[in-house]
């Protein structure tokens, strides 16, 4: 356990002006293979409650090393929400995960003071912390017919399409490289007429809860050591057997993802096993760097920096 670091987010805790007997959400992010989910757990002990997931691939069933799921022995140590809570075969978006999470931290809230929320997927925390903005319903017919363009045309073509169908949210965006966001841009473009950001705006919700924001770092190098030895685990641990039995599915939006789309494409005889362990880990260290780029925006998020062990 990182006992300095959970004394600094107790002390945190206690020095924060926060309403008195109003229960407080403690919301742990930072990049992917940081540590999130070892010092989440360790600060669930301490506090003795729950933890809410933050991980938008965490939440299916039928994906488990692929996505660094936490093991069987860690569920059992704290009990957790949103973990294998959904089949990929479900669409599971931001919306969703509002209305999941706020449900765990009431349910949460009748025994304890404090929850732990935990993740690395910033638009869900987001949307837990202040809302999200509703977005129109999307014909599956238009977004799986994306998704198969894309696989066949790649990025650069995802990025003219957005940048001549949508403009406004091209000039607008910083994630012109994250095919998830280009995407979903496309699809209500093309299902609406209308400019995604036409559904954006910048009104917060007041929650009935603190918030109190911790953000976990090391020195990039170590980060990026840490996920290559993670990745070559995940291999040893089965992940190539994993992705095999879900090729049929491939198609389907939760499997848009890093460590699934590399393996799919070499059981396609597209590329070899070891250009796709190596993809693996530059398309992880691509996605650890946007994390940190979305959460350093965030001036409430306090940041601790984790020894390279935890």
Known sequence: MDKKNINKVVALLAASDFEL??????????PTAVGKTAFAIALAHHLNTQIISADSRQCYNELNIGVAK????????????FISS???????????????ALDAAAQIFKTNATAVMVGGTGLYIKSFCAGIDLMPAI???????????????????????????????WESTHEKNNPQRL???LEIVL??????????????????????????????????NRIGDRVDAMIQEGLLEEVQGLLPMAHLNALQTVGYQEIFAHLRGEISLQDAVTGIKQHTRQYAKRQMTWFTKDASVNWLELESKS
């Open 86 to 100: 959904h089949s990929i075969n479900q669409e599971v978006n931001a919306g969703v995960f509002e209305k999941y």
């Open 70 to 81: 936490p093991t069987a022995a860690e569920l059992a140590a704290v009990k957790h929400h």
């Open 21 to 30: 007997k109003t229960p407080t959400v403690i919301v742990v992010v930072g």
């Open 191 to 224: 299902a609406t007429g209308k400019s995604i950001t036409s559904f954006q705006s910048a009104q917060k919700i007041a929650r009935p809860f603190n918030i109190l924001k911790i953000g976990l770092s090391m020195p990039r190098e170590i980060l990026n």
């Open 183 to 185: 995407m979903r841009a």
């Open 139 to 169: 014909d599956a017919a238009i977004r799986n017919r994306l998704i198969t363009d894309y696989a066949i045309n790649g990025l650069e073509w995802l990025q003219q399409e957005v940048a001549a169908k949508d403009p406004i949210y």
